[in-house]
């Protein structure tokens, strides 16, 4: 987009593509909100709060576990962050993450494109971090993570977004088992179609506060006790995550390219529970379930009331997680050492100990965390 003068009659009434039928103008009121143009504008000053990047991001999926933390970093920096939503309590905890005016809530509806191009109409990046782990009688699958994938994607497009980044999974195989890894694969298809140059972002299962990995174990370990414990996973840390995404913003190199993003090392669900159990210093109880026993309670499960755990989860918890995929990109390429769970998995599970062990250093004798990140120090 060429640069204009704030009062330029050119950029006041010039036109723009919508993903329907009608056009609308640029008015005066849209100056408010500055875009990137051409290269990522390098501030030599001071970064916080109240620093500016000159970029403008919209972050889908912004109230679920990953987005609050790439939201919370882009914010951080002085980007402008659009953060849509379908529930405005589900944002609130949003508003506190950047300056006055600088997280933009916009209420949206995955089916809706004038919403969705409202959303991204300011926007030089978007980030889709929509998914869903289970089905509803209004939003199944492919509703989600293919159409809902390619109507944000070509809205974006035809707003003229100058990068998109969409986050899929590690584990994403047309010929899966899963339904949602079938889904997140079609998904990647439908972005590269619709939005020629997007980045593809493929994380493993993710750990940290509102995690459903170590929060699960601590307080449920029976659902992690199926086959037999030793089905094997690369968990990664949202932060780590999250750092990446948003280095992706004005990384050009990864413009068209796929990240596979697993943990740095693999893990049984018996590791992690006996893990678990040494840093809340109690035994997790629970037998294994047989698959047939675990589908069936799932499927009465999801008759009756909120469907909180799939049979399509339970397919997946019978699937170890695939390696990286051949020509992708990592955590290397982007100058990121991915943490290791056992290392920091005590701030994250301190708090299910009994308040007469809370200050106990672990049965491994502790471990020194890096103190300038999560100011907390084990020894």
């Not at 089905?135 to 509703?143: L, S």
Request: aromatic share 8%.
């Amino acid at each position: 987009m060429a640069s204009a003068k704030l009062g330029s009659p050119s950029l006041l009434l010039a036109k723009r593509p919508l993903a329907g039928p009608s056009l609308q103008k640029r008015f005066s009121h849209d100056l408010v909100i500055k875009r990137a143009t051409g290269r990522p504008i390098i501030r030599s000053g001071p970064t916080g709060r109240h620093a500016q990047t000159g970029h403008t991001a919209t972050v889908f999926g912004c109230t679920g576990f990953l987005g609050r933390y790439l939201v919370h970093k882009l914010a951080k920096q002085g980007t402008q962050v659009v953060v849509p939503y379908r529930d405005a309590d589900e944002q609130r905890h949003l508003k506190v993450m950047g300056d006055l005016g600088q997280i933009v809530a916009s209420e949206w509806d995955i089916r809706n494109d004038s919403q969705i191009e409202e959303c991204v109409r300011h926007s030089d990046i978007v980030y889709n971090l929509v998914g869903r782990d289970y089905e509803t009688k209004n939003f199944k699958y492919p509703e989600v993570h293919v159409e809902g994938a390619r109507r944000i994607a070509r809205i974006s497009a035809l707003s003229g977004v100058s990068r998109f980044v969409h986050v899929s999974h590690l584990n994403a195989d047309h010929n899966s088992p899963s339904k949602v890894y079938r889904a997140k694969a079609q998904g990647e298809d439908a972005i590269s179609e619709a939005y020629p140059g997007a980045t593809i972002v493929r994380p493993a299962w993710m750990y940290g506060h509102e995690d459903r990995l170590l929060n699960t174990v601590a307080t449920n370990p029976v659902v992690f006790r199926v086959n037999h414990g030793d089905t094997l996973i690369k968990p990664v840390h949202v932060l780590d995550v999250a750092q990446a995404l948003h280095l992706m913003m004005d990384a050009e190199s990864t413009i068209g390219q796929t990240f596979s993003l697993p943990g740095p090392k693999t893990y049984s669900y018996n590791d992690i529970i006996a893990m678990a159990e040494t840093r809340i210093l109690k035994k997790l109880g629970g037998v294994s379930t047989p698959r047939w026993m675990a589908s069936m309670a799932t499927r009465l499960w999801e008759n009756v009331w909120w469907p909180t755990i799939s049979p399509d989860e339970v397919v997946r918890r019978y699937m170890d997680d695939k390696d990286s995929a051949p020509g992708t990109l990592g955590f290397a390429d982007l100058g990121i050492t991915p943490d290791i769970l056992e290392d920091i998995a005590i701030v994250y599970l301190r708090r299910y100990r009994s308040s007469a062990y809370y200050d106990q250093p672990i049965e491994s004798g502790g471990v020194k965390l890096r103190s300038q990140r999560y100011h907390v120090i084990d020894s």
